[in-house]
């Protein structure tokens, strides 16, 4: 009995470990950036005047970017470096523990803005800052085309 169980814990190990190796952390990484782009647009709308305020979708900005700054990090394993249109800078890899805190700095940043909004007036001074981290971590780790 205790092969029996041995044999198919080692057979489930081994297919977790194929399916993490087939994952595309590169397709998921862009997936997920392009949910960031959509939050901010919506939340940058709201800043502007040109969507009305709406505290829900101001909060769910927030936490698509906690999530998002989550996730990132593990998605740049070495073998990424180049292939599937990525424009990761070399300077990911260089710097990894850098990389690692912006995106820990980015996610702490929008869960205090998180808990500073509850109005359009509290949105508006909190949006400005966190979105900020945006534009310093792409001029440091991002090719720019």
Same mark, same amino acid.
């Given at each position: ?10 057979? =489930?190990?081994? $297919?977790?470990?194929?399916? =993490? ?8 990484? !862009? %997936?997920?950036? !392009?949910? /960031?782009?959509?939050?901010? *647009?919506?939340? $940058?709308?709201? /800043?502007r005047g040109q969507a009305? &305020?709406?505290?829900? #979708?101001? #909060?769910?900005? &927030? ?7 989550a996730k990132m990090p $593990? ?8 292939? *599937?249109?990525?424009? %990761? ?9 850098? &990389?690692?805190?912006? @995106? =820990? !700095? &980015? ?15 509290? @949105?508006?001074?909190? @949006? *400005?800052? /966190? ?15």
């Open positions: 009995m205790t092969r029996i169980l041995v044999a198919v814990l080692a057979l =489930a190990a081994g $297919s977790a470990a194929v399916l =993490a190796q087939s994952a595309d952390p590169i397709a998921e990484r !862009k %997936a997920l950036m !392009k949910s /960031v782009g959509a939050a901010t *647009g919506t939340a $940058s709308r709201m /800043v009305p &305020f709406d505290l829900a #979708k101001a #909060k769910e900005t &927030f936490k698509t970017y906690q999530d998002v700054a $593990s998605l740049y394993p070495e073998n990424t470096k180049t292939g *599937g249109d990525t424009s %990761a800078a070399p300077k990911i890899w260089e710097d990894k523990a850098g &990389f690692d805190a912006a @995106f =820990a !700095k &980015f996610a702490k940043d929008a869960a205090e803005a998180s808990a500073k909004t509850t109005d359009e007036a509290s @949105f508006k001074a909190a @949006f *400005g800052p /966190v979105a900020a981290n945006c534009n310093s971590c792409h001029e440091t780790y991002r090719i720019m085309r």
